[in-house]
């Protein structure tokens, strides 16, 4: 009994990661975290050093502020690590950030531009069904007002050579 509960955990498990929502979420979530670490390659190896030229400073990343020194013993050897404050590496964090969330509002503002084109398109077509229905409706009416009026004209037509016969044969009996 016990192996027919896991199996049937165990199935609906696999039947949740096999959902496309839970499939995407993976996909995205590797794409993300890789994407994550180029930005942050190409801030930290490339961006900071290049502005690191430009202000003099060896590297953007290692700016810090010592607020209390480390304590050495006679050795030599660090007793109390001090307290610092790695202000580079929060600004190089920043940048990182800024990269991914220009990256992501790009992303976004493209989707949002396909799914307003789509939307445009349906909107499109469905006035289009509904011009086209329209038109149809239009047609038949105009073809069944034109069916009664030639109906209506048979008909008077007719009477009037039912008429046109009776009186002729009202003529011809009065002549006997």
Request: glycine content about 8%; overall charge neutral; hydrophobic content about 50%.
């Amino acid at each position: 009994m016990a192996d027919k509960k896991k199996g049937g955990f165990f199935s609906e498990f696999k039947t949740f990661l096999m959902r496309g929502n839970v499939l995407d979420l993976a996909v995205a979530v590797v794409i993300g975290g890789a994407f994550g670490k180029i930005v942050s390659s190409f801030v930290g190896d490339i961006l900071m050093p290049l502005i690191g030229i430009l202000t003099g400073k060896a590297s953007i990343g290692d700016l810090q502020w010592v607020v209390i020194e480390a304590t050495k013993d006679s050795a030599g050897e660090i007793v109390d690590p001090g307290v610092i404050v790695k202000y580079g590496a929060f600004v190089q964090t920043i940048v990182d950030f800024i990269i991914v969330a220009f990256a992501i509002f790009c992303v976004v503002k493209l989707f949002n531009k396909i799914k307003d084109l789509r939307e445009k398109e349906a909107k499109e077509a469905a006035e289009k069904a509904a011009a086209e229905k329209k038109a149809a409706e239009e047609k038949a009416a105009a073809e069944k007002a034109a069916a009664e009026q030639a109906a209506a004209d048979a008909k008077a037509k007719t009477e009037a050579e039912f008429y046109a016969a009776v009186k002729e044969i009202r003529d011809i009996l009065k002549q006997k």
